[in-house]
């Protein structure tokens, strides 16, 4: 089985980016499915269905998002069980954080969870996931860590180390280079990185989100225009035993010079 994994889209020039790149990234890996995390696809952050339909066009076949998951208040969106928001949400919370794939010769369970520290006080990532692993009846498992701090997300990684088939970290927008395999099974990175404008400050808008960081008051952010960058993450993996065998980052960048 190949997988590859999107970072956080930005805004409508992340999702663009994502749309021109993802379809010809499929073809050149000979990818089987993808995921994406879409929790700030649309313009002013979060998820819409106008978003969440622009990233399937493009090829996703699961949506996993994050704290901003419910930001636009559009709950109905939930109902579809291949857009996901973190499982450690309270019970009651709309949608769902699991989504199991059956495609024929293999399965496929992704799961979506957020870190707490420096986060929302959600319930605990690690008791959730041991709960949700008892349920899950297939050995092929892909878990979008989203979460603040790189200790969590290191932590998270070791202690599913054995139990899944990756662990992959999002939400800071920043693509890490700590791909490795623990133990020999569990393909970890602790970022995928993002889809979204190149020239900015994490796809905000460079001018507004230095403002903020100079003067320390409320700004209202808008995302950054393209050229854009596009970070993912390649995964294969053996569908009869759930082992990652190959993790490979995916750094594209569109020319900045504009002349």
């Known amino acids: 089985m190949k997988l590859l994994m999107f970072g956080d889209v930005v805004g409508e020039c992340g999702t663009q980016c994502f749309r021109k790149f993802a379809p010809k990234l499929k073809r050149e890996y000979g990818a089987d499915l993808i995921v994406v995390n879409g929790e700030n696809s649309a313009a002013g952050n979060g998820i819409t269905e106008q978003s969440s339909q622009m990233l399937f066009s493009g090829g996703a076949d699961v949506i996993t ?27 009651g919370a709309p949608g769902s954080g699991v989504c199991l794939l059956d495609c024929g010769r293999f399965s496929l369970a992704v799961i979506n969870l957020m870190g707490t520290a420096f986060m929302e006080p959600l319930d605990n990532p690690f008791f959730v996931i041991d709960r949700l692993l008892d349920e899950i009846d297939t050995p092929n498992i892909l878990v979008d860590f989203h979460a603040e701090a790189t200790a ?20 800071t927008h920043v693509q890490t280079a700590d791909e490795e395999i623990l133990i020999g099974k569990t393909g970890y990175l602790s970022d995928a990185g993002m889809c979204g404008g ?49 993790i490979e980052r995916i750094f594209i960048r569109e020319s900045t010079n504009s002349g």
């Open 152 to 171: 969590e997300k290191r932590a998270m990684g070791w202690y599913l180390a054995g139990k899944v088939s990756a662990v992959i970290g999002t939400h």
């Open 198 to 246: 190149a020239e900015s400050v994490l796809g905000v808008n460079v001018r507004q989100a230095v403002e903020k960081q100079r003067f320390h008051r409320p700004v209202q952010f808008t995302e950054a225009e393209g050229p854009c960058i596009l970070n993912a993450v390649f995964l294969e993996i053996d569908s009869e035993s759930g082992i990652c065998t190959k």
């Open 65 to 91: 998002t994050g704290n901003h998951c419910f930001r636009r208040r559009c709950d109905r969106i939930f109902s579809n069980e291949r857009i996901l928001r973190p499982a450690n949400y309270p019970e």
